[in-house]
């Protein structure tokens, strides 16, 4: 039984940039800082990267083992979760069983190794069954519904200076940690006692379209 195993999924293809997961910030492809990120915590014994890029199919290692995604597995339609299903299939059969796996999507490269390592703490610190990372904003949000507008979290009457409104707490898709066996019955990355890891606003940056890769490419 592995305590935790990191999975990184890596598709090739995506609609807003071409080949996203290997663009270059730094001289060095955004897949990688996931990587080393993965590679610097101590506490991931094994390191999994489910992909179809045939340039990241490397030879295995002790630590690190990288799965060819069916192509069935790999369209804009198919879910995370049904790679990281396809994934542990493939461990099993290497008689390899993780007890939490912790789910580093590529698309956040500024999330490090103290930023995994601190929400594992947390995650056993608290008992937790799941845990997501976010981080804290203060927005004024809305809603539209039929044809008109409702404020979600402040009162029109009694409206507050940003300083003083609550923070509410956004998802930034970096890290999501998770009881393996549990996974299996309820097929989904977030159940049971929930917890969450607030990471900074600069780490949490996740790189979805253009504008988010020249803003990482600045930092």
Same mark, same amino acid.
């Given at each position: 039984?592995?305590?935790?195993?990191?999975?990184?999924?890596?598709?090739?293809?995506?609609?807003?940039?071409?080949?996203?997961?290997?663009?270059?910030?730094?001289?060095?492809?955004?897949?990688?800082?996931?990587?080393?990120?993965?590679?610097?915590?101590?506490?991931?014994?094994?390191?999994?990267?489910?992909?179809?890029?045939?340039?990241?199919?490397?030879?295995?290692?002790?630590?690190?083992?990288?799965?060819?995604?069916?192509?069935?597995?790999?369209?804009?339609?198919?879910?995370?979760?049904?790679?990281?299903?396809?994934?542990?299939?493939?461990? =099993? @059969? $290497? &008689?390899? !069983? *993780?007890? #939490?796996?912790? /789910?580093?999507?590529?698309?956040?490269?500024?999330?490090?190794? +103290?930023?995994?390592?601190?929400?594992?703490?947390?995650?056993?610190?608290?008992?937790?069954?799941?845990?997501?990372?976010?981080?804290?904003?203060?927005?004024?949000?809305?809603?539209? =519904? @039929? $044809? &008109?507008? !409702? *404020?979600? #979290?402040?009162? /029109?009457?009694?409206?507050?200076?940003?300083?003083?409104?609550? +923070?509410?707490?956004?998802?930034?898709?970096?890290?999501?940690?998770?009881?393996?066996?549990?996974?299996?019955?309820?097929?989904?990355?977030?159940?049971?006692?929930?917890?969450?890891?607030?990471?900074? &606003?600069?780490?949490?940056?996740?790189?979805?379209?253009?504008?988010?890769?020249?803003?990482?490419?600045?930092?």
């Amino acid at each position: 039984m592995e305590k935790y195993v990191a999975i990184i999924p890596a598709r090739k293809g995506s609609k807003t940039i071409k080949n996203k997961n290997l663009v270059n910030i730094k001289k060095k492809r955004i897949i990688d800082y996931t990587i080393q990120a993965a590679k610097k915590t101590r506490k991931i014994s094994k390191i999994v990267i489910t992909t179809d890029i045939e340039s990241l199919i490397k030879k295995n290692t002790s630590r690190e083992i990288f799965i060819r995604r069916p192509k069935k597995l790999a369209g804009d339609f198919a879910s995370t979760e049904s790679a990281i299903f396809h994934s542990l299939n493939f461990l =099993k @059969k $290497k &008689k390899i !069983f *993780p007890e #939490n796996l912790i /789910l580093l999507q590529p698309t956040s490269p500024f999330r490090n190794h +103290s930023d995994i390592l601190k929400s594992i703490k947390i995650f056993e610190i608290n008992k937790l069954d799941s845990l997501f990372s976010g981080f804290e904003e203060k927005f004024l949000m809305w809603k539209y =519904k @039929k $044809k &008109k507008y !409702f *404020p979600l #979290n402040y009162n /029109l009457k009694n409206r507050k200076r940003k300083q003083d409104s609550k +923070s509410i707490i956004i998802e930034n898709g970096a890290i999501f940690i998770f009881n393996c066996k549990k996974f299996h019955k309820v097929r989904s990355r977030l159940f049971g006692k929930i917890g969450c890891y607030i990471m900074s &606003k600069r780490n949490s940056l996740e790189i979805d379209e253009l504008y988010d890769l020249n803003v990482a490419r600045k930092i």
